[in-house]
């Protein structure tokens, strides 16, 4: 399966909406653990908990699953940087036309202070 495909698979199995209140209303996701872990196994042909060497494979698992998840969360990184470009522009465009524009109310130079 390719690797977006289980992305997209993780994400319908094992994602869940998390609780707003705790962070806000946007992006919220909890992945369910139990859920997580037994897509893992079957993506990596382990058959069952007693079946599995833990001293062996726990790494490799863990840094599958962290691959997967970064990928489900790339569009909300990209969100991210899109606000924060935002913002920045804002800001810039704030202290531009303040303190610097001829047509702004020139409020003053900029300082460090």
């Known amino acids: 399966m390719p690797f977006k495909e289980q992305a997209a698979r993780l994400a319908a199995d094992a994602l ?8 806000g209303t946007r992006f919220v996701k909890v992945s369910d653990v139990e ?5 893992m196994f079957e993506l990596e042909g382990i058959k069952g908990y007693e079946n599995f060497k833990k001293e062996e494979r726990v790494e490799e698992l863990c840094k599958a699953y962290q691959a ?3 990928e489900l969360n790339l ?4 969100y991210y940087d899109d606000d924060v470009k ?3 522009d804002n800001i810039r465009n704030r202290v531009e ?6 047509h ?5 130079e900029i300082s460090e202070k």
């Open 16 to 23: 869940r909406g998390g609780e707003p209140e705790a962070f």
């Open 35 to 39: 859920l997580a872990t037994a897509f």
């Open 68 to 70: 997967l998840l970064d």
């Open 75 to 78: 569009p909300f990184y990209k």
């Open 86 to 88: 935002a913002i920045m």
């Open 97 to 102: 036309y303040q303190r610097l524009a001829e």
């Open 104 to 108: 702004g109310p020139k409020l003053g």
